[in-house]
């Protein structure tokens, strides 16, 4: 097992390992550094959906995902499928559901952070890639937040925000959401900054999710977010990571923020994705699919 530094500030590079066939020591590597690195790049994997679940599982209890009525997907619970890709093995069009839907994975995020249970670690494996574009990029919150003065930590650590699903993806246009999705996911309250369980480190929740921050008015809620937002993407915060098929990247929610950035849509494009709850953490078994 090779072990390198990914970015000044955060993230790992794994490499001459099989995830499919981990001894004890190279398992108990991987999970401390899913648990403290921010982000875990293991390239070189061949998984079936399957051997991704089982990986994926090292982490934690995995989240079962309900696939929302935009995918059409036929994958086993648990794993939801990021592609352009139809069920007949053709490229969709823009103007696709699946794809309108997945324009939201496009801001910067938390995943399920408009739930209670919230995520731990996400797993995306690359099968197919493009040539050009379809990076996915990644903020640590973590050293963002190190980087702010004491009176600003002083003063953001006092505040909540609500996060809702809903909010994220109207924004980013798509609107076909039915009753009983509001009621599966309705918003959820999470303090600004959040501590840790595993490193005792501070970090900025933020992302699209946010809804509104307690004490302001939208205007003011909405311009912190774009204020913070914009402070935690400077470079020396962030990894852009361009896919290779084989790609493993283990993420942890609770220090960092990632987005999808475009991708040629005439290429084909497929990947896989699996999370897991926060350890103690007991959740639905059921949740809605996307980030």
């Known amino acids: 097992m090779k072990v390198t530094t990914l970015h000044p500030a955060f993230g790992l590079k794994i490499e001459d390992v099989n995830v499919k066939s981990l001894s004890h020591a190279e398992r108990d590597e991987i999970i401390k550094a899913g ?11 061949s998984l079936s959906e399957q051997e991704q679940l089982d990986f994926t599982s090292i982490f934690g209890r995995i989240r079962i995902l309900r696939v929302n009525r935009a995918r059409d997907s036929k994958r086993p619970p648990g794993i939801v499928e990021i592609s352009n890709i139809d069920a007949e093995g053709k490229i969709v069009p823009p103007s696709n559901d699946m794809l309108r839907f997945s324009k939201g994975n496009m801001m910067w995020h938390s995943d399920y952070s408009y739930t209670a249970d919230w995520a731990a670690q996400s797993i995306l494996y690359a099968l197919e890639a493009v040539r050009k574009g379809g990076e996915t990029e990644w903020a640590s919150t973590e050293a963002a937040y190190d980087a702010l003065p004491q009176t600003e930590k002083d003063r953001l650590g006092m505040l909540t925000a609500t996060h809702d699903r809903f909010h994220s993806r109207i924004k980013s246009g798509f609107t076909d959401f039915t009753e009983e999705d509001y009621k599966l996911t309705p918003p959820v309250p999470h303090p600004l900054v959040t501590t ?3 490193t005792g480190r501070k970090s900025l929740l933020l992302g699209s999710h946010v809804s509104a921050i307690d004490g302001m008015t939208e205007a003011e809620a909405e311009a912190l977010v774009a204020e913070l937002t914009e402070f935690c993407e400077q470079p020396q915060f962030v990894y852009a990571h361009s896919w290779t098929p084989g790609d493993i990247i283990v993420w942890d929610n609770r220090s960092t923020l990632h987005r999808g950035r475009p991708a040629n849509p ?6 896989r994705r699996t999370a897991v709850f926060s350890p103690g953490v007991e959740g639905p078994e059921v949740q809605v699919a996307g980030a």
Do not use: D, F, L, W
């Not at 648990?35 to 994997?45: D, E, K, R």
């Open 35 to 45: 648990n403290t690195a921010g982000i875990v790049h293991i390239p070189g994997q």
């Open 196 to 198: 840790h369980p595993v």
């Open 266 to 271: 005439t290429e084909r494009r497929v990947m």
